[in-house]
């Protein structure tokens, strides 16, 4: 009998000589959070989005925003203006650093942060004495957001960006890398993204003394002394030399990954976007998007349902859009400026399977199952 395989929305897809480093790894016995792999990776990251980049590779995308947080000297009572529709990791290091998020809605061309929303924000803090610390913006699916309104907002009130690019690397912004938009990026090499380490991520900056600042304090902020001593509050955040293998690995097939992505979304749209009730997010004029994953809008909450479950019934896994953070139980008494955009989009969008390792087949299966719903 045939069976079928599940088909995951983004699964790990490694290139084929990750194993070599990790061996190297091994047989050099560099099984610690430093060593060749962590260099290499770290050169390998910094080749790929260009000159004057610092990268430092760390345990998640996570803690990367963590750190970009302690180094911009967010702390205790601090407001931070935060992306509403994105992944809670983005927002969640606000809390560990004793600072309170502000959301901010989303624009429906990138389906990310409204720089028109940012500003209405901002005025309204300052106002009440409040100047928000940092801004953390987020290219989501791997689209970019409105980089140059943004910046040029931040730029007059004289507040930093945070760039989280954890879903973004590969995708440019006018022929600029994501991640190196603004003052501090982050990236994420969790087992779902474009390339994955198993779990990691990348603190990435233009300024120098950023990058060594997050170093020293994501290996336990060790002064320069022969015994154990401290003057910050340290992390252990460093990346391991085994995983940073992986990364190295991975590096080397980044782009193939990047063109499978967007093959999978060309042919998503081929097969789909004929009908009238479901839309694709549409690259604007200067945007290149990685596709991490695709994703589609449908005319109604009950429609999206429907797909989904037609989609789980043959056990090809599909998930809502992201649950924006203004509606999320932990966030309920947090400050936030909507405007709709992304409890809309949380209510009748879907992405879709997505990994780089799916064949033909199984999209065309996808697409099939899809295109028989009536309701379509
Ligand atoms: C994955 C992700 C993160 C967190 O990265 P981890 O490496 O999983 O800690 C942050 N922001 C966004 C938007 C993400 O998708």
Redesign the pocket.
Known sequence: MLTKTKIYLSSPHMGGSEQKYVAEAFNTNWIAPLGPNVDGFEKDIENYLGEQVHAAVL???????HLALEVLGVSKGDEVLCQSF?????ANPILYQGATPVFIDSEPETWNMSPELLEIAIKDRIEKYKKPKAIIA???YGMPYKSREINAIAKKYEIPVVE?S??ALGSTYFGKPCGTLSDIG?????G??IITTS???AFIAANEAYKKRAIYLSTQARDNAPHYQHSSVGFNYRMSNVLAGIGRGQMEVLDDRVAARRKNHEFYKEQLSHFDNIEFLEEPEGFYSNRWLTCIKTSSYELREEIRSVLLKEDIESRPL?KPMHMQPVFENCLHFTNGTSEDLFSKGLCLPSGSNLDIKDLKRITYLISKIPQL
């Open positions: 345990s998640s995308g996570t803690a990367a925003i994105t992944f809670s990791a983005s987020v290219h989501l989280d954890a879903e982050i990236l994420s090499f969790n779902n993204k779990g990691g991520g992201w």
